[in-house]
T-cell receptor, first 112, second 118 residues
Framework: GNSVTQMEGPVTLSEEAFLTINCTYT??????LFWYVQYPGEGLQLLLKATKADDKGSNKGFEATYRKETTSFHLEKGSVQVSDSAVYFCALTSNTGNQFYFGTGTSLTVIP | GAVVSQHPSWVICKSGTSVKIECRSL??????MFWYRQFPKQSLMLMATSNEGSKATYEQGVEKDKFLINHASLTLSTLTVTSAHPEDSSFYICSARIHGASSSYEQYFGPGTRLTVT
């Protein structure tokens, strides 16, 4: 079956620190992988995506590379800002269906 | 870009009453819309898939008589929580898939509706 496992939080970092949020997946077929961000009181926003192996998704300084050999899609950012404080969800969709499978989310707090 | 709205953004209702939540695709047509539920500090759980003009498909464990879904047009789907109880309090999020999209990932999420049942 399909599932996503991401590192548990909460994660607290100082401003300008390096961020890594781990995400691994189990899927049948060839999934597309996503990172969504949810700011307090808001819905999900697509942060970045990758649709095939070795693709790198990037947006707003965040990056994630689709690693088929390790079934991973870790989120990274070189220098976080206070405004990056949010909950980050790793997700996948399989190539056979419409459904998104989400991880449990990782809460990030960046302190000045 | 593709925008999905939800109304209301938050609602408080008394136990035993029904609440309707609307999900609209504002600048595109959506053949399929999805309804999710999010508990505090947990991930989104798919409740049902709604296809325009046909009955919704519910996930296992979701009561179809309690969570009524109607997808009457290509831009509107509604979720009605009937006879709401405090345990129905949650954050409900919809997403919409662009009509004719060949890829399942062309879905856009609404901002969510927070339901509190007292």
């Amino acid at each position: 079956g399909n599932s996503v496992t991401q590192m548990e939080g909460p994660v607290t970092l100082s401003e300008e620190a390096f961020l890594t949020i781990n995400c691994t997946y189990t899927a049948t077929g060839y999934p597309s992988l996503f990172w969504y961000v949810q700011y307090p009181g808001e819905g999900l926003q697509l942060l970045l995506k990758a649709t095939k192996a070795d693709d790198k998704g990037s947006n707003k300084g965040f990056e994630a590379t689709y690693r088929k050999e390790t079934t991973s899609f870790h989120l990274e950012k070189g220098s976080v800002q206070v405004s990056d404080s949010a909950v980050y969800f790793c997700a996948l969709t399989s190539n056979t269906g419409n459904q998104f499978y989400f991880g449990t989310g990782t809460s990030l707090t960046v302190i000045p | 870009g593709a925008v999905v709205s939800q109304h209301p953004s938050w609602v408080i209702c008394k136990s035993g009453t029904s609440v309707k939540i609307e999900c609209r695709s504002l600048d595109f047509q959506a053949t399929t819309m999805f309804w999710y539920r999010q508990f505090p500090k947990q991930s989104l759980m798919l409740m049902a898939t709604s296809n325009e003009g046909s009955k919704a498909t519910y996930e296992q464990g979701v009561e179809k008589d309690k969570f009524l879904i109607n997808h009457a047009s290509l831009t509107l789907s509604t979720l009605t929580v009937t006879s709401a109880h405090p345990e129905d309090s949650s954050f409900y999020i919809c997403s919409a898939r662009i009509h004719g999209a060949s890829s399942s990932y062309e879905q856009y999420f609404g901002p969510g509706t927070r339901l509190t049942v007292t």
